[in-house]
């Protein structure tokens, strides 16, 4: 057994929001184990990635909304050639795009935990997985959002 | 008011590069690299570098106009441009930048150029070189998708997907710029032909993409020379003419985290019937075609959009046989292109269209008279351009 606890090794650049704190929300929403996108108050037209303003009625009243995480893959590949000396000789590991069917079928990144070498199909059903880097008190932890095949 | 477009407006009067070197082997600095393809533009069209009135760049050139006008004692500067975004996305758009500056009077003499020196600078293909990430990025890096090719492979699964394309309309377009190659003394990879067998056996970068699918890092530079066309016809060589450009990208086409809302596409669906339009041609007309290869599956993209044959009919029209010149229906990158003469952003197609049109390629198609350049499929804002012999227009 790998001592791995997470699908990709430690070591990848750690997501912080930005300067201007867009994206705080679905960070702090992760570490809670929920999955938060922005919603428009005014059209609620669901937006992802998030955006200062709502691409479809120009509002600035943007919220964020809880979603279930339930999802489809819309596209995917596997990863051979690695770019990054963390993922040096880690082997494959396979990336989706996965649309979310209950918020106007936005689309994520994320990875296909499991075996690596699965068959993977572009219109499977998937769930969303939680995994925490650190500790929940750790002020430099995060939580990324996986799927798998439901 | 005559209409709004640069169609026989402009000439391309010169093309120059430096030798074309691997990744990292060049022996002269970048800047040095950048003026040896400027002089040899000039000297190609037999017009003085002092003469020499603008400058048009894209992805970020570190070859500043006003240090180049400087180095090369011009008379003066009129035109100092970057095409923004897209990297290799705006080869073509910065030959249209350079084109519309002449037709309307901003400057008379200007040179299309790129440089790149990646030994000297940091590499394309690697990704994530920082501890923190933010924005876009950190919807994705942590995920271990960072390069190019990890960025792409996804929307070309998509697009193959939806219309059912295998890959061996890949294997036929990187086979295609492997053989062009092997008639180009300029290439890298002149000398090293690709099997089917090689291809075949190659290690997986990112599915659905192989090695060979996957284009070059090299060092070097490239140049053109652009006049308005009452001057081509003074000039040493051929007239190679201005027929149509188009830059941009469909709807929402940034929308982050891969949300285009046309996802499945090199993102020339709304730009392609804009070039055809200026150019006043059909892509029937189209005798030779330089396609930007990031990756294949953008090449094969990028030509079911810009009308040379259904997606649906790629497995029967994109192969190798077809591809080749001097015979084939829709030759393709003849020079060898970014997959193997070299990774000059794009640029060397640009040249190699000139060619083609002067009759002077190392894989000639025969009576060429319209040539289309695609830059850089499945970026944003990409581009594209026709350019003509005088008897087109």
Same mark, same amino acid.
């Given at each position: 057994?790998?001592?791995?606890?997470?699908?990709?090794?430690?070591?990848?650049?750690?997501?912080?929001?930005?300067?201007?704190?867009?994206?705080?929300?679905?960070?702090?929403?992760?570490?809670?184990?929920?999955?938060?996108?922005?919603?428009?108050?005014? =059209?609620?037209?669901?937006?992802?990635?998030?955006?200062?303003?709502?691409?479809? =009625?120009?509002?600035?009243?943007?919220?964020?909304?809880?979603?279930?995480?339930?999802?489809?893959?819309?596209?995917?590949?596997?990863?051979?050639?690695?770019?990054?000396?963390?993922?040096?000789?880690?082997?494959?590991?396979?990336?989706?795009?996965?649309?979310?069917?209950?918020?106007?079928?936005?689309?994520?990144?994320?990875?296909?935990?499991?075996?690596?070498?699965?068959?993977?199909?572009?219109? /499977?059903?998937?769930? /969303?997985?939680?995994?925490?880097?650190?500790?929940?008190?750790?002020?430099?932890?995060?939580?990324?959002?996986?799927?798998?095949?439901? | 008011?005559?209409?709004?477009?640069?169609?026989?407006?402009?000439?391309?009067?010169?093309?120059?590069?430096?030798?074309?070197?691997?990744?990292?082997?060049?022996?002269?600095?970048?800047?040095?690299?950048? %003026?040896?393809?400027?002089?040899?533009?000039?000297?190609?069209?037999?017009?003085?570098?002092?003469?020499?009135?603008?400058?048009?760049?894209?992805?970020?050139?570190?070859?500043?106009?006003?240090?180049?006008?400087?180095?090369?004692?011009?008379?003066? %500067?009129?035109?100092?441009?970057?095409?923004?975004?897209?990297?290799?996305?705006?080869?073509?758009?910065?030959?249209?930048?350079?084109?519309?500056?002449?037709?309307?009077?901003?400057?008379?003499?200007?040179?299309?150029?790129?440089?790149?020196?990646?030994?000297?600078?940091?590499?394309?293909?690697?990704?994530?070189?920082?501890?923190?990430?933010?924005?876009?990025?950190?919807?994705?890096?942590?995920?271990?998708?960072?390069?190019?090719?990890?960025?792409?492979?996804?929307?070309?699964?998509?697009?193959?997907?939806?219309?059912?394309?295998?890959?061996?309309?890949?294997?036929?377009?990187?086979?295609?710029?492997?053989?062009? /190659?092997?008639?180009?003394?300029?290439?890298?990879?002149?000398?090293?032909?690709?099997?089917?067998?090689?291809?075949?056996?190659?290690?997986?970068?990112?599915?659905?993409? +192989?090695?060979?699918?996957? =284009?070059?890092?090299?060092?070097?530079?490239?140049?053109?020379?652009?006049?308005?066309?009452?001057?081509?016809?003074?000039?040493?060589? +051929?007239?190679?003419?201005?027929?149509?450009?188009?830059?941009?990208?469909?709807?929402?086409?940034?929308?982050?985290?891969?949300?285009?809302?046309?996802?499945?596409?090199?993102?020339?669906?709304?730009?392609?019937?804009?070039?055809?339009?200026?150019?006043?041609?059909?892509?029937?007309?189209?005798?030779?075609?330089?396609?930007?290869?990031?990756?294949?599956?953008?090449?094969?993209?990028?030509?079911?959009?810009?009308?040379?044959?259904?997606?649906?009919?790629?497995?029967?029209? =994109?192969?190798?046989?077809?591809?080749?010149?001097?015979?084939?229906?829709?030759?393709?990158?003849?020079?060898?292109?970014?997959?193997?003469?070299?990774?000059?952003?794009?640029?060397?197609?640009?040249?190699?269209?000139?060619?083609?049109?002067?009759?002077?390629?190392?894989?000639?198609?025969?009576?060429?008279?319209?040539?289309?350049?695609?830059?850089?499929?499945?970026?944003?804002?990409?581009?594209?351009?026709?350019?003509?012999?005088?008897?087109?227009?």
């Amino acid at each position: 057994m790998s001592a791995r606890t997470t699908y990709l090794s430690e070591g990848l650049p750690r997501p912080v929001p930005e300067p201007d704190g867009l994206s705080a929300p679905y960070w702090e929403g992760t570490r809670r184990g929920e999955l938060r996108i922005q919603r428009c108050r005014g =059209c609620r037209a669901w937006q992802w990635g998030p955006e200062w303003i709502c691409h479809r =009625c120009l509002s600035f009243d943007l919220g964020w909304e809880t979603v279930d995480g339930r999802g489809v893959i819309y596209s995917w590949e596997r990863v051979w050639h690695p770019v990054h000396p963390a993922l040096k000789d880690a082997g494959p590991y396979v990336v989706v795009l996965v649309e979310l069917p209950h918020a106007d079928n936005v689309r994520m990144i994320g990875n296909l935990v499991g075996d690596p070498h699965q068959d993977v199909r572009s219109g /499977a059903p998937v769930v /969303a997985v939680f995994e925490d880097h650190g500790t929940p008190d750790d002020k430099n932890g995060y939580t990324l959002v996986h799927w798998r095949t439901a | 008011m005559s209409a709004r477009t640069l169609r026989g407006r402009v000439a391309v009067a010169g093309i120059g590069e430096t030798t074309y070197y691997k990744h990292g082997k060049s022996p002269d600095a970048e800047l040095k690299l950048a %003026l040896q393809a400027i002089l040899r533009a000039c000297e190609d069209a037999g017009i003085s570098p002092r003469e020499i009135d603008g400058f048009a760049s894209y992805s970020n050139d570190r070859n500043d106009p006003s240090r180049l006008a400087a180095a090369l004692g011009t008379r003066e %500067l009129r035109f100092s441009n970057m095409q923004w975004g897209g990297g290799g996305g705006g080869g073509a758009a910065a030959v249209g930048n350079a084109a519309a500056a002449i037709a309307t009077g901003m400057a008379d003499c200007v040179i299309v150029f790129r440089a790149l020196a990646q030994g000297q600078f940091a590499r394309f293909g690697l990704g994530g070189q920082t501890p923190t990430v933010s924005g876009e990025q950190a919807f994705t890096f942590p995920y271990g998708m960072m390069s190019p090719g990890q960025r792409y492979a996804m929307r070309a699964m998509r697009f193959m997907h939806e219309h059912g394309i295998g890959r061996e309309p890949l294997r036929a377009i990187a086979m295609a710029s492997y053989h062009h /190659a092997q008639q180009n003394p300029r290439a890298v990879m002149h000398g090293r032909p690709l099997t089917e067998e090689m291809y075949d056996a190659s290690r997986w970068i990112v599915e659905p993409f +192989r090695l060979f699918d996957c =284009c070059l890092e090299n060092d070097g530079a490239a140049a053109l020379l652009l006049v308005p066309a009452e001057r081509a016809r003074d000039l040493r060589h +051929r007239g190679v003419y201005m027929l149509g450009v188009a830059q941009g990208s469909e709807h929402r086409n940034a929308a982050p985290v891969h949300n285009a809302p046309l996802y499945g596409t090199s993102s020339f669906t709304s730009v392609a019937p804009h070039l055809y339009e200026m150019a006043g041609v059909a892509p029937a007309d189209v005798d030779v075609v330089q396609s930007y290869e990031n990756f294949t599956g953008g090449v094969l993209m990028s030509l079911v959009e810009h009308g040379l044959f259904r997606a649906e009919e790629a497995a029967e029209v =994109c192969t190798l046989e077809n591809l080749l010149a001097p015979k084939g229906r829709l030759p393709l990158n003849t020079s060898g292109g970014n997959l193997a003469e070299c990774y000059m952003h794009g640029l060397e197609l640009q040249l190699e269209a000139v060619r083609q049109l002067r009759g002077e390629s190392p894989n000639q198609v025969p009576d060429a008279e319209v040539a289309m350049v695609c830059a850089g499929p499945m970026v944003t804002p990409v581009s594209s351009l026709i350019l003509g012999t005088e008897g087109v227009l």
